[in-house]
């Protein structure tokens, strides 16, 4: 999944110019055969789960594979919700959700299936948005196109691409289609759009290095994308904003800090980040932030064959937890649950972990920590979404315990 950082400028309506931090996903997933036992969806009660959410409803952001990032404010003040349907093989029905707000960082793209299995969130986009359907031989495409604003007065229009696959949907192209500036006008248009190629052309409203020119998209089947080896156009637009001058009436943006400075918040803010220490009187360490709630000495029941007493960590803003449990002396997980730690590790301590269990719209995955007389049973459960996108976090949480041996 990809999870990078490039900038891009863009305007906030009539307040800001920002430069906009591209893929943002939580999309590409890459989730095992979603699940169809679940209540199915409608447009309707979708709608209802969305406006919930946006409105700082935790519950049903959750639902939603965390669609809105309620770390930080709160803004239901949209321009647009679209909620789209469509069906492909096998009667299979998806719906696309698009949430346009007078400031990007707000923005969503998202595409569920009925039983709410997500299937790619975009944050990425910028200005003025709206999407349709590409009917591409027996493969469904959602295009979408955004409009917007940089240094004031350079407008630029992009398109993307997203590819929908049985269980998964991944961003397949994206490239600029036009600058406008005030004294010229730059284009590249499609020309041939099939499963393997994309072929564009380059034009201007003067006479440019760039007029006449082509380039060609190839389709890469290992990466699923539309690939060029020169980006011809892409290239040219950003080189064009990064030299064009001229006196800035709006703040401009060059970095995530400033983007979130854009709403009020002055530091950067990764959902988990190892910073602090939690420390627990039963004997470990765990370092976490403080996005986690901790709740002491409670009965854990969660996929376990009778309930436990332990430590449970609660993160509401990705929808996981980490519960973690001492065991008796010479006890073993497995006498706990009905899952076998086939994998271990030895250091310091001796870890045994299961692996990634598909527990319907969730992952867990079983850690027995021991050391001396002392054994710990940490369980880690995260929405599918969360868990890929956050992945090496949790690594991070789990590689941090430590017992006091």
Not at 184 to 203: A, G, M, P, Y
Request: aromatic share 12%.
């Amino acid at each position: 999944m990809v999870n990078v950082y490039y900038y891009m400028l863009f305007m906030i309506k009539k307040t800001t110019t920002l430069i906009i931090l591209t893929l943002l996903f939580g999309g590409c997933s890459l989730f095992n055969k979603p699940k169809t036992d679940l209540p199915a969806y409608n447009s309707r009660t979708l709608k209802d789960l969305i406006l919930r959410a946006v409105s700082g409803d935790t519950g049903a952001n959750k639902k939603l594979s965390n669609f809105v990032d309620l770390n930080i404010p709160v803004n239901n003040d949209y321009i647009a919700l679209v909620i789209d349907s469509l069906s492909a093989k096998a009667n299979k029905k998806y719906f696309i959700v698009l949430i346009n707000y007078p400031n990007p960082i707000f923005n969503r793209f998202a595409i569920y299936d009925t039983a709410l299995n997500i299937y790619l969130i975009d944050k990425s986009l910028n200005g003025y948005i709206n999407e349709s359907v590409i009917n591409l031989n027996e493969k469904k495409l959602v295009k979408i196109s955004e409009s917007f604003i940089s240094k004031d007065i350079l407008r630029i229009d992009r398109i993307s691409l997203y590819q929908i696959n049985d269980t998964s949907a991944n961003l397949s192209f994206r490239t600029f289609t036009k600058l406008t500036d005030p004294k010229i006008v730059f284009n590249q248009i499609i020309t041939e759009f099939s499963t393997e190629r994309i072929k564009t052309e380059l034009s201007s409203s003067q006479v440019t290095p760039i007029s006449g020119k082509a380039d060609i998209f190839l389709f890469d089947y290992a990466k699923k994308e539309y690939i060029s080896q020169s980006n011809t156009f892409d290239n040219f637009v950003l080189e064009h904003i990064k030299n064009y001058k001229n006196n800035l009436d709006k703040p401009e943006i060059t970095d995530k800090r400033s983007l979130y400075a854009s709403i009020g918040i002055d530091i950067d803010l990764d959902t988990i980040k190892n910073t602090g220490n939690i420390k627990n009187t039963q004997g470990y360490t765990l370092t976490l932030t403080d996005n986690w709630k901790t709740l002491k000495d409670i009965s854990i029941s969660d996929f376990f064959k009778t309930p436990l007493k332990g430590t449970k960590y609660i993160n509401d803003v990705i929808g996981s937890h980490i519960s973690v449990i001492a065991l008796p002396e010479g006890d073993s997980s497995e006498n706990y649950i009905d899952y076998k730690l086939t994998n271990s590790s030895a250091g310091k301590y001796r870890v045994r972990y299961s692996e990634k269990i598909d527990s319907k719209k969730d992952f867990a995955q079983f850690f027995e920590y021991s050391c001396g007389t002392k054994k710990y049973l940490l369980i880690l459960t995260a929405p599918k979404y969360s868990y890929d996108k956050y992945k090496d976090d949790f690594n991070n949480i789990i590689n941090s315990f430590s017992i006091n041996c």
